[in-house]
């Protein structure tokens, strides 16, 4: 950090709308999951993204594992995740570690989510599948969301191997797959590196070509530019790929060395933006400041 990052830092913080901050939870809650997780060495995206609503979802018995390691292929300008060097090797006790942590923590709703594992044969697809399995096997009443990667890189890329990838996973049945589209088509390149808006929306009409009774979602971050116009637009291209569930919420920056805010999106355009969304057919719409993939997953619509 050079000299003048921590007042850099500091004038950013202050300059975050108040709308933005909100207590993190009762820390018995957070230390519990903490605890667990930490003993077997597995990974949630709700503390590797600090993600603002870690305490809430807990307390509902809800939580986001983090498959195949902390550290991502690819290195997208938004994400709190570690980048910039070698994934570690995938563990294959890693199914019964997450399976053994939803029995223990009493979990009702468990979204499975992971890095970009561009230099894996299949791209952690069959480890997603395994996870599924072996949490089931243990926590029947369960249900389990997945939010996957493209499945794009990696040997066989391409979008047979794309189609293939997804097939396993949609064949395992999981109660609802997401896939964030993350912004609108004309920010992706300095948004998210390595990925592409078209790809994304191959990603949730393959899943609809396999099975259309799985619900599928996406997300938006607004706060790198965009326009009104370019959300709706994005939020119409996600319907002609019949995605059914959209959460909405704002880009924050988790450090300097990442994108700035452009813009602090207002409550109430987030409500509008819902409403808009709701009119446009999705079944299921969180649109707030501090909404994330896996807010209230487990709600039914």
């Known amino acids: ?13 202050m300059a975050m709308p108040t709308w933005l901050r ?41 939580a986001t594992f983090l498959l195949m390691g902390p550290t991502c292929t690819r290195s997208c300008a938004f994400c709190q995740v570690d980048k910039g060097h070698a994934p570690m090797p995938v563990d294959s006790r890693e199914p ?8 223990l923590l009493g979990l009702r709703y468990v979204v499975l989510t992971s890095v ?28 389990i969301e997945v939010l996957t990667p493209d499945f794009w890189g990696g040997a066989g890329a391409g979008e047979e191997g794309q189609r293939q990838r997804i097939e396993m996973i949609v064949k395992a049945q999981p109660a609802c797959y997401n896939h964030n589209i993350e912004t609108v088509r004309r920010l992706q390149g300095p948004v998210r590196r390595g990925a592409k808006y078209d790809r994304s929306l191959r990603v949730l009409s393959l899943v609809k070509e396999i099975q259309p009774t799985i ?10 530019g965009e326009t009104i116009d370019e959300v709706i637009e994005t939020m119409a291209d996600l319907r002609n790929v ?16 990442h994108l700035p805010v452009q813009k602090y ?16 057919g999705f079944s299921h719409v969180r649109s707030a400041p501090l909404v994330r993939s896996s807010y209230h997953a487990g709600e039914s619509p």
């Open 116 to 143: 970009a594992r561009d230099d894996l044969p299949d791209q952690g697809a069959l480890h997603f599948v395994k996870t599924m399995e072996t949490i089931r096997a243990l926590n029947p009443e369960a249900q």
């Open 215 to 224: 619900p599928t979602k996406s997300g938006l971050m607004l706060g790198h």
């Open 242 to 257: 019949r995605c059914d569930r959209l959460t909405i919420g704002q880009y924050m920056r988790p450090s300097l060395e």
């Open 1 to 13: 950090m050079t000299s003048s990052q921590p007042a850099e830092l500091k004038s950013e913080i």
């Open 96 to 103: 019964e570690k997450i399976a053994e942590s939803v029995q």
């Open 22 to 62: 909100r207590p993190i939870g009762k820390a018995s809650e957070l230390s519990t999951v903490q605890r667990i997780i930490k003993q077997r060495q597995i990974h949630t995206i709700c503390e590797e993204g600090r993600c603002p609503n870690r305490g809430e979802c807990y307390a509902q018995k809800t």
């Open 265 to 280: 999106w207002t409550p109430k355009e987030f409500d509008e933006l819902g409403i808009i969304a709701q009119d446009m």
